[in-house]
């Protein structure tokens, strides 16, 4: 009997990790509307995630909420021939981030608060019956970082902050297996799991003057563990034996993140600001999974990833058109950490290009209502799983609307 190959569980690693179709730059409203930059400016509470050196330049303390709509469409086409091709089914993700901080007094040198956001997270509903079934049908995924902060402006030039990393996430998976019922359907293995990890995110803030600023943050690798997995199987009686119900432990290591940032503003309204991002993907070289039980059928994986370490750059732009209301724009290139053999359908990428624009609008002085839209595409690549043998072209499209609400106290 073929022996399982349970790759699916490397969407896990890939959700959780990749600078792709599942990360999630979505952690703050104005920043998403900027390309996602926004290390050096300390536009709100926000900055809790992108630079917690930035929260002790807060003017008060600040309430922010936001939510994010994710319907990523993934393509499929077959190659050499191209004969076949499939898509994902549309689905709607809901990723959203929270925060809560400031100084802690009027005039204090500290900054305290805590965020919640959902930096990895998506699903993906493939065919019943599409060529890549037996390496992933569908997965949902979600994942939460808690991020208790401390800062501390030196003087009025230069602050710092800190906070503590907590992250915890599920999956849930399906893939058909090839052994067949009497009608000539797939048997099916269904895949749950919770993961989790602790890290910490740090940050310079640096004002230079009231025209220009600089950033450096920080975010620290993270290992997600996953100790108490269970694995099921829907097979004919007769492979019951092969594929029994058994738990499975793992280690999906998130790279570290070394982001270097600017603001500058070269008239009164309109900040211009830019990051550079510096991603440690090459330690993610292979991901492998332990389970409780074993068969001829059901083995221990080991699965090349030998992902390599990226540079992305995002630029953007905000014009305050008048006292309530500021509009934003921007864009990014983000580029893959794959190797073009070793890309698997339950972890698509490619370089990937996204242009964003926004705005905020304050109904009363202290009330920010905020709005975005993000956009990511992809070109057509060939690419192929070596492990597996499966090929084909993918590209990746996803519009992403976003809204947003924060109070300054």
């Not at 390496?135 to 902060?149: G, M």
């Not at 640096?206 to 025209?211: F, H």
């Not at 997995?229 to 119900?245: K, L, Q, R, T």
Request: glycine share 10%; charged share 15%; net charge positive.
């Amino acid at each position: 009997m073929k022996k399982i190959s349970l790759l699916t569980l490397s969407t896990l690693c890939a959700g959780m990790t990749y600078a792709g179709s599942f990360q999630l730059n979505l952690q703050g409203m104005q920043q998403t509307a900027m390309g996602g930059s926004g290390v050096a400016w300390p536009w709100d509470v926000s900055t809790i995630f992108f630079n917690p050196g930035g929260l002790s330049r807060l003017k008060g303390v600040e309430a922010y909420a936001s939510g994010y709509f994710v319907s990523p469409h993934i393509r499929y086409v077959s190659s050499p021939e191209g004969s076949l091709s499939s898509d994902t089914k549309m689905h709607t993700s809901t990723p959203f981030a929270v925060y809560v901080g400031g100084p802690l007094k009027k005039d204090s040198r500290w900054g305290l608060g805590i965020g919640m956001y959902t930096p990895f997270g998506n699903s993906a509903n493939w065919d019943y019956n599409w060529p890549g079934r037996y390496v992933i049908r569908s997965i949902s995924l979600e994942s939460f970082f808690v991020q208790p902060t401390l800062s501390y402006r030196i003087n009025d030039y230069v602050s710092v902050g800190a906070g503590f990393v907590y992250g915890f996430g599920t999956v849930d998976i399906k893939k058909a297996i090839p052994v067949q019922y009497a009608n000539g359907a797939d048997g099916t293995a269904m895949l749950k799991g919770n993961a989790n990890g602790i890290g910490f995110n740090a940050g310079v803030q640096i004002k230079a003057t009231d025209y220009l600023q600089f950033g450096v943050s920080y975010r620290s690798a993270v290992d997600m563990k996953v100790n108490n997995g269970n694995a099921n199987f829907d097979v004919p009686a007769a492979a019951a034996a092969s594929f029994p119900a058994t738990g499975f432990s793992s280690k999906l290591p998130l790279p570290s993140i070394l982001t270097v940032g600017f603001g500058v503003r070269p008239w009164k309204k309109l900040v211009l600001q830019g990051d550079v991002v510096f991603a440690g993907w090459n330690s993610y070289d292979s991901l492998k999974f332990d389970f409780k039980q074993h068969t001829s059928s059901l083995q221990d994986m080991h699965d090349p990833r030998n992902y390599k370490n990226t540079v992305a750059v995002r630029f953007g732009a905000r014009y305050q058109l008048c006292d309530e209301l500021a509009l934003m724009a921007g864009a990014a290139y983000d580029p893959t950490p794959t190797q073009s053999d070793l890309v698997s359908p339950d972890a698509v990428d490619a370089d990937r290009t996204c242009l964003s624009g926004g705005l905020t609008y304050k109904p009363v002085p202290r009330l920010s209502l905020m709005a975005a839209v993000y956009y990511t595409t992809t070109s057509r690549r060939e690419v192929t799983y070596t492990p597996d043998n499966f090929q084909g072209a993918y590209q990746i499209k996803s519009v992403i609307p976003a809204v947003g609400i924060s109070y300054a106290f």
